[in-house]
């Protein structure tokens, strides 16, 4: 089960042609229409967040933009500037209760490092609130 469960509820789920393969400039322009599609998406920020298509080069259509070799080429109605300030966001501390914390922030699933940090962590507290108390 993916821990991003937003991504099964966006309106593009499955949608393959907002990330094709062997695109070409030419080829991605044609995508601009679907900018339409994200216009309703509440999942924007989300959406860039996730795939940081600044960092990864990104074609394709992801958080309301079009994307061309990770540089956006159209928006759609609608966009925030704030949406985009997720794509700038540090990489997760993994293995950290902050890392956990910085999942949750980005609507994911922990992963497995990170969750087990904050049970810790967790544990830690639950064990100095029984110390206190005895
Ligand atoms: S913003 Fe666009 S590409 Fe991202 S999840 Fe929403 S509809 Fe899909
Ligand atoms: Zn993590």
Do not use: Y
Request: with cysteine.
């Amino acid at each position: 089960m993916s821990g991003i469960w937003w991504v099964s509820e966006a309106p593009c789920a499955g949608d393959l042609r907002f990330t094709p393969n062997d695109a070409t400039a030419d080829s991605l322009r044609t995508l601009v229409p679907l900018l339409q599609v994200c216009q309703g998406c509440p999942f924007r920020a989300r959406c860039i967040s996730l795939v940081q298509p600044h960092r990864s080069l990104f074609d394709g259509i992801c958080g309301g933009r079009l994307w061309i070799n990770g540089r956006i080429r159209a928006s759609c109605k609608g966009a925030r500037a704030d949406e985009r300030k997720a794509h700038a966001a540090r990489p997760i501390n993994h293995g950290t209760e902050a890392g956990a914390r910085a999942h949750n922030r980005r609507g994911q699933t922990a992963c497995s490092l990170c969750r087990e940090a904050a049970r810790l962590a967790q544990a830690r507290r639950r064990e100095q609130k029984r110390a206190r108390g005895t």
